[in-house]
């Protein structure tokens, strides 16, 4: 698993990109995996630094602080949120590819969900305000469209990966959303078909979930590089887990609550006004992206 984090400056995005982070874990008798005592050792495998500057013929707006790595194909993606548009980048910075525009057409986005590579290197993106996936090759010309099925369950949050022909999306049973906080035994992980056909759900929500002073719990997810494993780890939460693709068991759990995460003072409740959620919010952990 791969933690990315990015900063921006008012005359260029620098990525700072922490890649290839190992989790050395032991085995228990039951099959599933934790480190004594709790602990994980990870490595620093390898580092990119490198800068996307603002030119006359691309400018570059706002870029959400989460970003998609290919590093088979030497590709990075990030996303434009103020011209709604997708950056495909190598590993010096260079853009190679401009994916998207605002608008409802074949080859635009109205409001951008989730994006991701797949194992062909195409671009899968989520447009949740058409409510459609949408695939394109490294050109950027359109391949795909569906909308996905959602009757027995529902999209949550960004969260979004795509290996071996299928697309998995983070995601909620239906008859949770109306009680958040109590959704520790709904599934946690949608998977898809090309053609946007449902194929599986699995995973659970993680056993502090009811307990959570904040009801944003949408997951955030990542496949290992086999393609084998999914991670998943709710946003406001510190738990994670990792699922057999395969299987669909659970083969690690690590509740281990870093020394600076923070929760909110209190129970936030989604009813209240967006003023006093962002106030009571001040200050609380919140997981950008794990890949």
């Known amino acids: 698993m791969t933690d990315h984090f990015f900063n921006t400056c ?6 700072f990109a922490l890649l290839g982070l190992a989790m050395l874990l032991s085995c228990t008798e039951k099959g ?14 390898k580092q990119y630094a490198y800068s996307i500057k603002d030119t006359t013929d691309l400018l570059v707006g706002r870029l959400r602080y989460s970003f998609k790595a290919n590093l088979i194909a030497d590709r990075f993606a990030f996303y434009d949120e103020t011209q709604k548009r997708i950056l495909v980048t190598d590993s010096l910075g260079n853009v190679l590819t ?80 109306a009680q958040l906080p109590n959704a ?7 998977a898809y078909g090309y053609s946007g056909e449902l194929l599986d ?15 944003v719990i949408f997951p955030k997810i990542a496949l290992d590089e086999e393609g084998n494993h999914i991670y998943t ?21 690590f509740h281990q609550k870093p020394v600076h995460f923070q929760e909110p003072r209190r129970k936030i409740s989604p009813h209240w006004p967006r003023e006093k959620i962002g106030k009571e919010s001040t200050g609380s952990s919140f997981i950008v992206d794990v890949t």
Not at 98 to 105: A, L, T
Request: net charge negative; aromatic share 10%.
């Open 10 to 15: 008012s005359t260029c995005r620098n990525l």
């Open 32 to 45: 599933q995996t934790e480190k004594e005592n709790g602990m994980l050792e990870a490595v620093l495998v």
């Open 98 to 177: 401009v994916i998207g525009g605002e608008g409802k057409g074949p080859k635009e986005f109205v409001k951008v969900m989730g994006y991701t590579f797949d194992e062909h290197n195409n671009m899968v993106v989520l447009d949740g305000g058409q409510y459609l996936v949408k695939i394109f090759d490294l050109e950027g010309n359109p391949i795909h469209a569906f909308e996905p099925e959602q009757e027995n369950i529902s999209l949550a949050g960004w969260a979004m990966e795509a290996r071996n022909d299928r697309i998995l999306f983070g995601a909620i049973e239906p008859r949770y959303l």
């Open 184 to 190: 520790e035994g709904s599934k946690m992980i949608a």
């Open 201 to 215: 759900t699995f995973g659970q929500y993680d056993s502090l979930t009811n307990k959570s002073k904040n009801y």
């Open 233 to 253: 780890i709710r946003s406001t939460g510190y738990t994670i887990q990792e699922w057999n693709l395969n299987t669909k068991d659970r083969t690690m759990v």
